[in-house]
């Protein structure tokens, strides 16, 4: 496929795990990719791993996307390039164990932050395109954990039980314009996520 040809993925969290996995993937596609993380070296070493051997362009974008702000200042940095997304595959995530009443508030907040309301306004944003040009996929990582409470991880599994709810009717909603929504659940994975 030509550079003026190939579409453009977008994938948060793309440094390492799944998020760098499915980087990978849409590379040897031909896709050109947008890729987001806090971790702003090994971002730059992936994204030029990738450009390097698939041909594509791989723009690396060092965002911390648990901030209020994240999703629009990210949607901001990929318009003003003019850049269509094609695809987003929000994935991005943090984990911690422990019971409620001994959270640490700060990281509650960031983990919701990431987990819910940035995944959710990236979508809203970018939506907006596909429905117009009546094409694309949003992708939204949950987990397994969405389908079951899980006690010490209370605050992990309710916010994928979110993003699996809102896939659902995000889906609903864009289907008809010939957008694709899906929903990732996968099962505990060897990540980084548990570090």
Not at 63 to 91: F, K, M, P, W
Not at 150 to 175: M, N, T, V, W
Request: include cysteine; proline fraction near 4%.
């Amino acid at each position: 496929m030509s550079a003026a040809h190939r579409k453009t993925a977008l994938v948060t969290g793309a440094c390492s795990g799944i998020g760098r996995a499915l980087a990978a993937g849409l590379a040897q596609r031909g896709y050109d990719l947008v890729l987001c993380s806090n971790r702003e070296g090994p971002l730059s070493d992936v994204a030029a791993e990738l450009s390097l051997q698939n041909g594509i362009s791989a723009l690396p974008i060092p965002i911390d996307l648990s901030a209020l702000d994240a999703a629009e200042s990210l949607y901001q940095a990929v318009t003003a390039r003019g850049i269509d997304i094609e695809i987003l595959a929000n994935n991005a995530g943090i984990f911690f164990f422990g019971e409620v009443a001994d959270a640490d508030p700060n990281l509650a907040s960031r983990l919701l932050r990431l987990h819910v309301l940035t995944p959710s306004l990236l979508s809203t944003y970018f939506a907006k395109g596909m429905r117009a040009r009546r094409s694309g996929r949003i992708l939204m990582v949950s987990s397994i954990s969405a389908f079951r409470d899980f006690p010490g991880i209370a605050y992990y599994g309710s916010s994928k039980k979110y993003l699996r709810g809102f896939a659902h009717c995000l889906r609903s909603e864009l289907s008809v314009y010939g957008v694709s929504v899906t929903c990732l659940l996968p099962g505990a994975t060897a990540t980084s996520l548990y570090d």
